[in-house]
């Protein structure tokens, strides 16, 4: 068989998320920085991401992260985060699996114990230090974008819980974060697609209801997720971002854990130095620290650092051919959930 043209993928995963890495084979995107790039395949041509994010290449379960020529001198390496709804600015988990795979695969340079990657991404630059040791990257720590609140206990009124609160927060992208004792539901494996239907549910109802625009990055201007939290006896807070068409998040989501930071930050619960552990669906943690305080926009807010592991576990080829029927892709309910249409 011959593949006189292919897309080169590295296969990873972070705390059991998987954010595949775009190395090869994509074609030139159009943008003089990683936000037009981004504003590009959202608004203009989004064939490569629908390409390498729906069936029959793709499942729900999974990101894809395209891996760019970096559009600042400051920077190592871009990468915009493309998902089944669209193109997104940030994501920790995302960061860590790129950070991961750029170093044990070669394309930058590792320098044990410690390697420093700067990151071009739509939202801004990102600092990444690799714990690195005998060939492996060991863990991975994103210093964030600041993280901000817009609104805490934001009202919406819903048909079937009646009135809830929301904190609107700003992570990398913006986070309707939602006590989930609200909705009747708990945070465990086996409430996983109730959490995804409800989570979609209220994104809906918040975009009619709140709006956002990010006083800095043009385009970056919805609710891009909602996160169910609650707190554990340990401490620690128990994460559940839900994503669109409906599915959950595997790790304890980097971007929203920011911005819960940012919302504890806001409330006076948490100040520079302190510490919080961050924990998935299915156990898995992320160290989440505020670094320090700054200003977005005339809003207070965070620096947090995002501490957890990625692990490439493949590789994969993807063959592009003029007559492949399915080259726009497809999805349906039986896999990504009953609420499949909203991706359309």
Same mark, same amino acid.
């Given at each position: ?22 190395? !090869? ?6 943008? !003089? ?37 970096? *559009? ?7 990468? @915009? ?34 390697? @420093? ?69 708990? @945070? ?9 239907? *409800? ?42 971002? *839900? ?50 305080? *700054? ?50």
């Amino acid at each position: 068989m011959i593949f006189d043209r292919k897309l080169e993928i590295l296969q990873v995963h972070c705390e059991g998320e998987i954010g595949n890495v775009l190395v !090869a084979g994509a074609p030139e995107i159009p943008g !003089a920085t990683a936000l037009e790039k981004m504003n590009y395949i959202n608004n203009v041509d989004d064939s490569l991401r629908r390409f390498v994010t729906f069936e029959p290449r793709a499942n729900v379960a999974m990101t894809v992260n395209l891996l760019l020529e970096p *559009t600042r001198p400051d920077a190592d390496a871009g990468f @915009i985060v493309l998902q089944a709804d669209r193109a997104h600015a940030m994501s920790g988990s995302n960061c860590i699996c790129v950070v991961t795979a750029l170093l044990e695969s070669g394309r930058v340079a590792m320098v044990e114990p410690e390697t @420093i990657v700067r990151l071009d991404m739509p939202a801004g630059l990102v600092t990444a230090r690799a714990r690195c040791e005998n060939g492996r990257c060991l863990s991975v720590s994103i210093d964030n974008v600041p993280a901000f609140a817009e609104v805490i206990d934001q009202e919406i009124d819903t048909p079937r819980w009646g009135r809830i609160k929301a904190d609107i927060c700003f992570g990398g992208v913006y986070y309707g974060l939602v006590d989930v004792e609200q909705v009747g539901l708990t @945070i465990e494996p086996n409430n996983a697609r109730a959490l995804a239907e *409800t989570g979609i549910e209220l994104k809906a109802l918040l975009a009619e209801q709140v709006k956002v625009k990010h006083p800095t990055l043009p385009g970056v201007d919805e609710i891009a997720y909602v996160m169910f939290r609650s707190q554990e006896p340990d401490g620690a807070v128990r994460t559940c971002t *839900t994503l669109k068409p409906g599915r959950v998040d595997r790790s304890p989501c980097g971007t929203g854990s920011s911005a819960n930071l940012a919302s504890l930050h806001a409330r006076g619960l948490i100040s520079v130095g302190d510490t919080k552990v961050s924990r998935s669906i299915i156990g898995g943690e992320f160290l989440v620290q505020a670094l320090a305080e *700054t200003e977005v926009g005339g809003r207070r807010a965070v620096i947090p650092r995002i501490t957890g592991q990625g692990f490439v576990y493949g590789k994969q080829q993807l063959r592009l051919v003029d007559d492949d029927p399915f080259a726009k892709g497809f999805a349906l309910s039986d896999t990504w959930g009953p609420q499949v249409h909203l991706l359309d």
